[in-house]
């Protein structure tokens, strides 16, 4: 029999791979570089030439935690560009199956991922030991957003059941009803995870950021909202690409953002708190206060205090519309493609997540744009590298190496550095 040999040079995958350069000279730091290597995927090529109603779920193979961000991300551009707006309990249902990618992404992170680095162990099953509480907390509150994720979405990894224009099919209330309990429990295991967050060891590293996030009058902006910045940002999503702008950098083949005219942003559940510290519900207000922050926060290393704030509002907000839907008579709003440009953008758990595609007359592709969070922080990260090393240089490779792990975890970069980072190369000249 002939022998055949398949080779798969570039894989697909959630995660890339990231390392550290850091060059000391004389004791300051000369160049700190964040290098990503992130393998060809070619998602916005392969979207070229397809159906407009096949962009949502391909997309959504580009991140298995939050595939949320790019289903509705890639359906509101789609719906923007054949002029079709989901309203009503279409709309509630899509803003609960968010909460549920909200609550298990933050809890994975939270508790798995980051809350090592604080109690000094290099990983959650080592953590897991001594601290075997705080690990089944994680783990059940990670359970709670991925059950709501299942029952709207047909499965908690990549979900099925969401298409352009809504759901292929939508649950009775009493389906949703089943989530009440133990929503209520992640409201109290939440609350307790903000006192607890708040009482962690953090270094003083206060840093100026231009925030950029979605902002909506009426409610904590996750699916809808305008862009807006604390440095005068203020556009539909369609003016994204006047005011952020990506550009090579010869060391990451992830493309960095920057901000026209300035420098790089900062995306994510900081960003959110700034901007939206108003529209927070009032007990998720109180849990932050408690937690010793004000409407302003700008310490990265206290993103986790506010990630416990956020899961806490997303519990309390999935509870909310689950008390205020009613089953709609379609699963779905017909629509029908037309040539034009659509845009679409939501709050993934690590940030804005862009999409713009252009469809002829058919409903085809034409172009496709697709900008996730951690590229667009990529040059914030390293520019808060630099700062904090700068403090530092006198530490040890390897305590230097463990506090510059946690200090680009805060922004919890959705490549391999979040579970495996760091190769770090010091050079001490």
Not at 111 to 134: C, I, K, S, T
Request: include cysteine; proline fraction near 5%.
């Amino acid at each position: 029999m002939k022998s055949r040999t398949i080779k798969v040079d570039y894989l697909a995958r959630v995660e890339g791979e990231g390392s550290l350069h850091i060059k000391l000279k004389g004791g300051a730091v000369e160049d700190v570089r964040l290098e990503i290597f992130e393998p060809p995927r070619f998602f916005e090529a392969l979207l070229r030439g397809r159906d407009f109603t096949e962009a949502p779920d391909i997309t959504a193979r580009i991140c298995g935690i939050c595939p949320i961000a790019y289903l509705l991300g890639a359906s509101r551009a789609m719906e923007d560009a054949c002029g079709v707006e989901v309203a009503g309990s279409l709309d509630l249902l899509r803003r609960l199956i968010y909460c549920g990618e909200w609550i298990e992404s933050h809890a994975l992170h939270l508790f798995m991922l980051h809350a090592p680095d604080f109690l000094g162990y290099q990983d959650a099953v080592r953590m897991a030991r001594d601290h075997p509480e705080l690990v089944q907390r994680g783990l059940r509150l990670k359970k709670v957003g991925n059950d709501i994720m299942a029952l709207l979405g047909g499965r908690e990894i990549h979900p099925i059941n969401l298409r352009v224009g809504g759901f292929f099919k939508v649950p009775e209330k009493s389906a949703l009803k089943t989530l009440q309990e133990d929503l209520r429990w992640g409201l109290e295991a939440a609350r307790e995870t903000v006192r607890w967050a708040a009482a962690l060891p953090f270094p003083e590293f206060e840093q100026e950021y231009e925030f950029v996030a979605l902002r909506d009058e009426e409610e904590y902006a996750i699916v809808h909202g305008r862009l807006t910045s604390n440095q005068g940002i203020d556009c539909p999503v369609s003016g994204y690409d006047d005011h952020l702008v990506e550009e090579q950098v010869a060391h990451s083949t992830a493309l960095q953002t920057v901000v026209a005219g300035r420098s790089g942003c900062a995306l994510g559940p900081l960003a959110r708190f700034n901007l939206n510290f108003d529209t927070l519900s009032p007990l998720a207000q109180e849990a932050a206060r408690e937690a010793g922050l004000g409407a302003t926060c700008r310490n990265p290393f206290q993103s986790i205090i506010v990630r416990g704030v956020e899961i806490l509002y997303a519990c309390e907000e999935a509870l909310r519309l689950i008390d205020a839907y009613e089953r709609p008579d379609a699963p779905a709003v017909p629509v029908e493609p037309r040539a034009g440009t659509g845009y679409g953008c939501t709050e993934a758990p690590r940030g804005i997540c862009y999409h713009r595609y252009t469809l002829d007359e058919s409903g085809a592709i034409t172009d496709a744009k697709i900008v996730a969070p951690t590229a667009v922080n990529q040059k914030t990260i390293e520019r808060d590298l630099r700062r904090f090393v700068s403090d530092r240089v006198d530490l040890p490779d390897e305590e230097l190496r463990w506090q510059c792990e946690q200090a680009v975890r805060n922004y919890d970069p959705c490549i391999s550095c979040s579970a495996h980072f760091l190769d770090l190369q010091v050079d001490r000249s």
